[in-house]
């Protein structure tokens, strides 16, 4: 409880990383978060003014960073691999409603699908990742982009609404 209510006050905290006073707040961010993520890598970079909801189904890779503002509502494990950039104002979300022909979508519930995003890979501003979404090894995912419960090539450049493979490396 304490951990959390540590690291929601230095969340509001603005953290310039070329100043001493902006690695020491990363510092205590990281080590606070490691007590109530699943699992959170302690050279990782937690920005400010993120919301998080069921933060002990986030698991965040080495050298990590989720960008300012960021979004993310983890009712099913959201799997951040290491070397990750997210730009701020990215939105995963781990649920949806389901659409059960004509009955009303208010008591159709919701499905929770998990978020898998690999190694090395880079995400835009104001991306929103969808429930069941997996983003491999390498991929940048271009600003803006809504990207479904889909599994993408690694290596490739994805972007648009929905993300489709816009360049592939081979």
């Given at each position: 409880m304490l951990a959390k209510w540590t690291f929601s006050v230095f969340n509001v905290l603005p953290m310039p990383n070329r100043?001493?006073?902006g690695r020491i707040i990363?510092?205590?961010k990281n080590q606070m978060a490691q007590s109530f993520f699943g699992s959170c890598a302690k050279n990782s970079n937690l920005r400010p003014?993120?919301?998080l909801r069921h933060p002990k189904n986030i698991h965040l890779g080495k050298r990590s960073s989720i960008g300012d503002n960021a979004r993310i509502i983890a009712t099913a494990p959201v799997h951040i691999g290491d070397?990750?950039?997210?730009?701020p104002d990215?939105?995963?979300?781990t649920d949806t409603h389901c659409i059960n022909g004509r009955e009303k979508?208010?008591?159709s519930g919701t499905t929770k699908k998990p978020v898998f995003i690999g190694n090395d890979v880079w995400i835009g501003t104001r991306v929103t990742i969808l429930a069941g979404a997996e983003i491999p090894d390498g991929c940048v995912v271009a600003a803006g982009a809504?990207?479904?419960?889909?599994?993408?090539?690694?290596y490739s450049v994805i972007g648009g609404v929905p993300a489709?493979?816009?360049?592939?490396?081979?």
């Open positions: 100043l001493l006073f990363r510092h205590i003014k993120l919301k070397d990750v950039l997210m730009a990215v939105v995963i979300l979508i208010l008591d809504v990207v479904p419960a889909k599994k993408y090539p690694p489709k493979v816009i360049k592939q490396e081979r």
